[in-house]
T-cell receptor
Framework: DTGVSQNPRHKITKRGQNVTFRCDPI?????LYWYRQTLGQGPEFLTYFQNEAQLEKSRLLSDRFSAERPKGSFSTLEIQRTEQGDSAMYLCASTTSPGGALGELFFGEGSRLTVL | AQTVTQSQPEMSVQEAETVTLSCTYD???????LFWYKQPPSRQMILVIRQEAYKQQNATENRFSVNFQKAAKSFSLKISDSQLGDTAMYFC??????????????FGKGTKLSVIP
């Protein structure tokens, strides 16, 4: 399967713990996105990378959140000192970088976080 | 900031019938892009159809077509000959043509479509 892969698919943690999610994009895609989706809502933009550079971060991304994409390949999203409000589905998506339109985003199946 | 509104939280349609999902958006830009994404239950989101704002012709993809009304800032999705596999959440999304909004999608809250056999 050459689609976007996310791990773990589901994480249950206690409030105050740290969690890390991993995303492996489609190999030739140089743009990688993280979105958060809560129940009954559409995905909300968190951050994106072009190759290894993190080019934009949403104000939703508090200082407890950090994302990396070393060497422009896989990406990790870490949440420190988790809070119950962090419970959500974290979606990763990748695409190529055309000159104009964003192009089709290819999404992974998501990592669902439950904070107790 | 751009906003995307989907006013129909849930809809249902009989198999083989036609259904239209509504989407309105707010922007001050003239050039932008609009998308419909489908999220089947427990599966990843996939692109259904996209429309460039500078194109007057409505986009079509097999059974899926859009009605793009730029002046009204409306972008509805029509699904013809509905199939059971069309059961999913449908999200309307906006991408700006310039600036920070051009690097991300802004999604609506979604419409849950159920196709009834």
């Amino acid at each position: 399967d050459t689609g976007v892969s996310q791990n773990p698919r589901h994480k249950i943690t206690k409030r105050g713990q740290n969690v890390t999610f991993r995303c492996d994009p489609i190999s030739e895609h140089n743009r990688l996105y993280w979105y958060r989706q809560t129940l009954g809502q559409g995905p909300e933009f968190l951050t994106y990378f072009q190759n290894e550079a993190q080019l934009e971060k949403s104000r939703l991304l508090s200082d407890r959140f950090s994302a990396e994409r070393p060497k422009g390949s896989f990406s990790t999203l870490e949440i420190q000192r988790t809070e119950q409000g962090d419970s959500a589905m974290y979606l990763c998506a990748s695409t190529t970088s055309p000159g104009g339109a964003l192009g089709e985003l290819f999404f992974g199946e998501g990592s669902r976080l439950t904070v107790l | 900031a751009q906003t995307v509104t989907q006013s129909q939280p849930e809809m249902s349609v009989q198999e083989a019938e036609t259904v239209t999902l509504s989407c309105t958006y707010d922007t001050s830009e003239n050039n932008y892009y609009l998308f419909w994404y489908k999220q089947p239950p427990s599966r990843q989101m996939i692109l259904v159809i996209r429309q460039e704002a500078y194109k007057q012709q409505n986009a079509t993809e097999n059974r899926f077509s859009v009605n793009f009304q730029k002046a009204a800032k409306s972008f509805s999705l029509k699904i013809s000959d509905s199939q059971l596999g069309d059961t999913a959440m449908y999200f309307c999304a906006f991408q700006g043509g310039s600036g920070a909004g051009s690097y991300q999608l802004t999604f609506g809250k979604g419409t849950k479509l159920s196709v009834i056999p």
